[in-house]
């Protein structure tokens, strides 16, 4: 209790803005937001980690809209280190408000970064929230699909979310928020045909109680042999993650490194531990 306390009062401005920051009112385009004060996430972003033969792939967290490369971050993170795995995470676009477009052409540069380091061929990616979308626009338009192994979103806004406004994606001071809205310009061209190109395999991880991408289930993508939509409850129905601590649930954390340590998407009948 002490601890996730601690995290609640490191993140809470961050917490609150996420929960009705994506229906925010209007303001100035571009509002500077704070930086990153709180470092790297547990583990992340040793640049010297050299991947083996069982983990060859490093793996890029990607963290949600208003959010920053370690808050919220650290069990996910630690729990990858834990399996072997060379992790790292970057921040990107004002705290994830910018537009979407350019955030992906940062972290497009951020998976050179990592490669270069590594000398791997490709990444895998587990995005929380905008983090668990935004790679999408990556790999289908900024050629991601040759670098990118398995995409693990953590209630990603896939197919974006109804509490938002109407989705122009101009005007507002958090430019990704609008494009994040159902029905959204952006989002329609995302989505536009193949919502799943390449050979990258896609596992959507969601939650019956989130609060922000509603409804829950505008976060899957459309059923193939390599995609895996699953929702925690369903495996852990004591599980109350909502959105803003899905990155910190157990069930989560499991389902995500399932997708990781197996070809293909996450198996729909792994069974994860059940927090007593």
């Given at each position: 209790?002490?601890?996730?306390?601690?995290?609640?009062?490191?993140?809470?401005?961050?917490?609150?803005?996420?929960?009705?920051?994506?229906?925010?009112?209007?303001?100035?385009?571009?509002?500077?937001?704070?930086?990153?004060?709180?470092?790297?996430?547990?583990?992340?972003?040793?640049?010297?980690?050299?991947?083996?033969?069982?983990?060859?792939?490093?793996?890029?967290?990607?963290?949600?809209?208003?959010?920053?490369?370690?808050?919220?971050?650290?069990?996910l993170s630690?729990?990858?280190?834990?399996?072997?795995f060379c992790?790292?995470?970057?921040?990107?676009?004002?705290?994830?408000?910018?537009?979407?477009?350019?955030?992906?052409?940062?972290?497009?540069?951020?998976?050179?970064?990592?490669?270069?380091?590594?000398?791997?061929?490709?990444?895998?990616?587990?995005?929380?929230?905008?983090?668990?979308?935004?790679?999408?626009?990556?790999?289908?338009?900024?050629?991601?699909?040759?670098?990118?192994?398995?995409?693990?979103?953590?209630?990603?806004?896939?197919?974006?979310?109804?509490i938002t406004?109407?989705?122009?994606?101009?005007?507002?001071?958090?430019?990704?928020?609008?494009?994040?809205?159902?029905?959204?310009?952006?989002?329609?061209?995302?989505?536009?045909?193949?919502?799943?190109?390449?050979?990258?395999?896609?596992?959507?991880?969601?939650?019956?109680?989130?609060?922000?991408?509603?409804?829950?289930?505008?976060?899957?993508?459309?059923?193939?042999?390599?995609?895996?939509?699953?929702?925690?409850?369903?495996?852990?129905?004591?599980?109350?993650?909502?959105?803003?601590?899905?990155?910190?649930?157990?069930?989560?954390?499991?389902?995500?490194?399932?997708?990781?340590?197996?070809?293909?998407?996450?198996?729909?009948?792994?069974?994860?531990?059940?927090?007593?």
């Amino acid at each position: 209790m002490r601890r996730i306390l601690g995290v609640l009062c490191r993140i809470v401005a961050v917490s609150l803005v996420a929960v009705v920051g994506l229906a925010a009112p209007a303001g100035a385009d571009g509002v500077p937001l704070p930086g990153n004060p709180f470092g790297e996430p547990t583990g992340a972003n040793d640049w010297s980690c050299a991947p083996t033969a069982k983990r060859p792939t490093p793996v890029v967290i990607v963290h949600g809209t208003f959010g920053d490369r370690k808050s919220l971050l650290d069990d996910l993170s630690a729990a990858m280190v834990a399996e072997g795995f060379c992790v790292y995470s970057l921040d990107y676009g004002n705290r994830g408000t910018d537009d979407i477009r350019d955030s992906a052409r940062q972290l497009k540069r951020f998976v050179g970064r990592v490669l270069t380091a590594t000398g791997a061929g490709q990444v895998s990616m587990v995005g929380h929230s905008q983090g668990g979308m935004m790679p999408r626009y990556y790999i289908k338009f900024l050629g991601g699909a040759a670098y990118v192994d398995d995409l693990v979103g953590l209630s990603p806004s896939n197919h974006g979310t109804t509490i938002t406004g109407s989705g122009s994606g101009s005007g507002s001071f958090c430019t990704s928020c609008s494009q994040q809205a159902a029905g959204s310009r952006f989002l329609t061209r995302l989505n536009a045909g193949d919502e799943t190109p390449g050979r990258v395999s896609y596992t959507q991880i969601t939650t019956r109680y989130d609060e922000v991408v509603v409804p829950y289930t505008s976060a899957y993508l459309a059923e193939g042999p390599r995609t895996t939509n699953v929702t925690i409850q369903d495996s852990c129905p004591a599980d109350t993650a909502e959105h803003v601590f899905i990155p910190m649930s157990r069930t989560a954390i499991q389902w995500a490194l399932n997708a990781l340590e197996r070809p293909g998407p996450a198996d729909p009948a792994f069974s994860p531990a059940c927090a007593p």
